[in-house]
């Protein structure tokens, strides 16, 4: 270990000693149930942190998965890590064209052939602010955070409808959107909050649960963060970073049976930024 991890290892460990009376502790459920049995889950956006999280407390829950992505390689060693009960299908958001073949490929990967549950977990972040954010960029996030999530949700939605699926689609917002928008990526997750208002609208007619949820910092790759990093953080009113895992036993419950009333809402797990803090 070289002095400059060393002198880093000390300053988390009197970081952490600092403000742990203040930290939000991390709450690891004992029980797991079959939440989400006999159920086949799709979920778009299923290689990266959160969308891996997500994933397991699917599985953990009883149910059936299928992940996409954009790297077939990803997609593939995803679904290895996941094991018997998952599979994958490569799926690039920008081509929307593509999109009805590739639902009906991922109907047909489970025996049960069909979809019960549906996760927008897709997101880029883009990293120019305003001022100087090229088109290119804009269209980027646009497209993987807004407009495929669009698409992919009027497809599945159309397949639930015919095939009489009361199943739930679960938008991954973020606590962002709360936020003067100013960015592609927040102007893109108020989108979806707006977008999971009005889907919620249209589609409960035919039993089918639209919410979203809406993430605060998470340890991801997305903002740097990296296996054995501190979690604490002077940034958010509860002094820490989530962890993909708790974003995923959220979501367990939001397409659950236990949600069946809760529609067109946003669930925050934020550590308070975004709603009491900016």
Not at 117 to 133: P, Y
Request: charged residues 20%.
């Amino acid at each position: 270990m070289g002095v400059g991890s060393k002198i880093r290892e000390l300053i988390d460990y009197y970081y952490s000693k600092k403000n742990e009376k203040n930290v939000v502790p991390i709450n690891i459920p004992k029980n797991k149930s079959n939440l989400l049995e006999n159920k086949v889950a799709l979920i778009v956006g299923g290689t990266g942190g959160i969308g891996v999280a997500i994933a397991e407390s699917f599985l953990e829950a009883g149910a059936k998965v299928i992940i996409s992505g954009t790297s077939e390689e990803k997609v593939t060693k995803t679904v290895e890590k996941l094991g018997n009960a998952a599979r994958g299908i490569q799926i690039d958001l920008n081509n929307v064209t593509e999109f009805d073949n590739k639902v009906s490929q991922s109907i047909s990967l489970f025996p049960e052939n069909r979809i019960d549950i549906l996760v927008n977990c897709a997101g880029v972040h883009g990293d120019q602010k305003f001022g100087i954010v090229s088109e290119a960029t804009y269209d980027a996030v646009m497209n993987t955070n807004l407009k495929g999530l669009f698409f992919m949700t009027q497809i599945v939605s159309n397949y639930m409808k015919e095939k009489k699926i009361k199943g739930h689609i679960l938008n991954v917002s973020s606590a962002a959107a709360l936020k003067p928008g100013y960015t592609p990526y927040e102007i893109s997750k108020s989108g979806v909050r707006s977008f999971t208002l009005g889907a919620a609208a249209e589609l409960i007619p035919y039993g089918i649960v639209v919410n979203a949820i809406a993430p605060g910092p998470v340890a991801t790759a997305m903002l740097g963060r990296k296996e054995g990093d501190t979690l604490y953080t002077d940034c958010i009113p509860a002094k820490r970073f989530a962890t993909p895992s708790e974003i995923g036993q959220l979501a367990v419950i939001m397409v659950s049976d236990m949600c069946d009333l809760v529609i067109g809402d946003t669930f925050y797990i934020s550590g308070g930024s975004g709603t009491i803090q900016y």
